[in-house]
């Protein structure tokens, strides 16, 4: 699938340390998957909160590409800056955000994957978007964010034009295209795994209302 598989994630490593660089550019290309669910008024914003969390994250990796070589190194680092400012700062609370849109991503490709679907309207991808907002960002949003988004659904493209989307409009069997999304998921699923425990581990989760 050509928009996911454009530049793919390094497999995680087994000390679970994810190098910064390689994964930002390999994040930078996911924005435009917001783009294939239509509806700019709910999912434009969510396209540029990712996009300036990925530049927020890059400035503090360029500022010192040593210090802050992995991920985990951002949070140490910045944990011993901030102080009691910290986790809400810097790369932390980028990151932050960050995981929770790349969730929603996960979380909607994976039950395409799965087969998931309404069965009165298989073609509708209600049922995989409403799970992944359910799952990833329901919870840190307000009563008229919650409203916004659920009432979107409504508005989401057939599942099948969606994956012709993602990959740029060519004709692909859905199959194929099915397989090249769980390749994506075999890397992107673990990185992301692993974000969410570094997150627990040092207790830097902030469940506050955007």
Known sequence: MALLLEHEFKALPADKQIDTLPFLEAVAHLP??????????????????????????????????????TLQNILEVEKEMHGSAWPKVGGTLALMWLKRGLKFIQVLLQSLCDGERDEEHPNHIRVNATKAYEIALRKYHGWVLQKLFLGSVYALPYRSDLLKALEKGKEVKEEETLEKIHQFLQKATPLLDAIYDMYSKMNAELSYKA
């Open 32 to 69: 435009p998957f917001f783009d294939c669910l239509g509806t700019p008024i709910v999912y434009a914003p969510v396209k540029a909160d990712l996009s300036g969390n990925i530049k927020k994250i890059r400035a503090v990796y360029e500022s010192n590409p040593a210090k802050f070589k």
